[in-house]
Every structure is written in C-alpha cells, then in structure tokens.
C-alpha cells in the first residue's frame, strides 16, 4: 500500500517558473526522499532529508520536513524543459521505500 | 563506477509462465531491494536481500520469490504469472540495509499476455 498522498498530481508550469510538490505520508519515519522518473525507467535519486531535518537545500531543490504534520514538499526553482518528468516522495523507517503516487510536472519552453 | 544493471531491459511472457529478472547492484553496495511499479502508480516494495537472505517483505505473494548470491547481485522470481503482474519492475542497492539514498537501475518492463 501507499504510504500518502502526493499533492497536485500533475503540475504545468512554464520554464522559469517555480514547481511545488507536497507529499504527506502516515508512519513515523527515519528519513524522506525525493526521486526523479523520466518516461517510466529508473528513478534519479534527489534529495534525502532526516528526521531530525527540517530543510535542505540542492542546487535548484529546497526540501522540507514538517514531522508533526507528516509532511514534505519539494520546490523547483527556475524550471527547465529538462524538468519535466515524474517526481516521487519515499518515507524509509526500515530500509524499505514506501513510495507516494507521485506528482507529473511538465515544464513547457 | 558502473551504477546498477538491470537485465533484460524488456520481457513478454504468456501467463502461467515463469520469469527471472537479475540485477547487479552499484559497487561497493550490498543491499538489494525489488519494487513492481504499474502504470501511473508509485513503485511498490516486493523485498529486501542483505547478506543473501531475504529481510523484508511488502505484501505479494509467495509466488514472488528471490535470491541474493555471494556477489551481492540478485535474482526475481516470479511463478504463474498473471495479467495483473504487467508492470515495471526495479532494482534498487543501498549499503548496509538502510538509512541511505537508494540507487535505482532502470529496469525490467514485463508484459504478461
């Protein structure tokens, strides 16, 4: 089963602009992480932020933790065309990745 | 640095059949966990191989099983295959079983007829 849900579902923004994804999920966790799928294949690892984090920052990426209202978000700054793509959110306690339904950005030039 | 290999990267089997799936993890990393992701969902974990036995195991059937040999790369097995398990299915290899970012390879679509 899904461990949330991710927030909007899918997003289209223009280049240049900012993209915010939310995601929420239901357990305690040991950390969160965000992906990148392009057109179905592997998952990019983006960023992982812990427990104990409330904000990280990569590049464009900012994340953010909010433990007592389990949840997360993920802003794009300055999109690109190459942006475009599904983004995923992941809760890990064990190891194990529990995955939200994801969240499709298209990024128009 | 070779990241992890999946193979083959596409699969067509009739139902009933069996299929194995294989994946070599990233270097220097020794744990292998299995997700099955269906169109337009988030991937679902099947399992998880560390020191070759299986050490978690999400909510699929005893017909999903696997291996993990001495080398640290892995095997998915899955018998009788139904319709239902169409989808793509990824490996990902951590170090140490947990609490690190995880590296995907690219995956094996299997279309079941």
């Known amino acids: 089963s899904q461990q949330g849900e991710e927030d909007p579902q899918a997003l289209s923004i223009q280049e240049g602009e900012n993209a915010t994804m939310n995601c929420s999920y239901k357990?305690?966790?040991?950390?969160l992480q965000w992906y990148r799928q392009n057109s179905g294949r592997g998952l990019v690892h983006l960023i992982l932020i812990r427990s104990n984090e409330r904000e990280k920052h990569s590049g464009r990426l900012r994340v953010t933790l909010d433990t007592s209202k389990k949840s997360s978000s993920l802003l794009i700054t300055a999109s690109r065309a190459a942006d475009t793509a599904s983004y995923f959110c992941?809760?890990?306690?064990?190891?194990?990745?529990?995955f939200g339904q994801g969240t499709t950005l298209q990024v128009k030039p | 640095d070779a990241g992890v290999t999946q193979s083959p990267t596409h699969l067509i089997k009739t139902r009933g059949q069996q299929v194995t799936l294989r994946c070599s993890p990233k270097s220097g990393h020794d744990t292998v966990s299995w997700y099955q992701q269906a169109l337009g969902q988030g991937p679902q974990f099947i399992f998880q191989y560390y020191e070759e036995e299986e050490r978690q195991r999400g909510n699929f059937p005893d017909r999903f099983s696997g291996h993990q040999f001495p080398n640290y790369s892995s095997e998915l097995n899955v018998n009788a295959l139904l319709l239902g398990d169409s989808a793509l299915y990824l490996c990902a290899s951590i170090f140490g079983g947990a609490g690190t970012e995880a590296f995907f390879g690219q995956g094996t679509r299997l279309t079941v007829v």
């Open positions: 992941a809760t890990s306690n064990t190891g194990k990745l529990i």
């Open positions: 357990t305690s966790i040991n950390n």
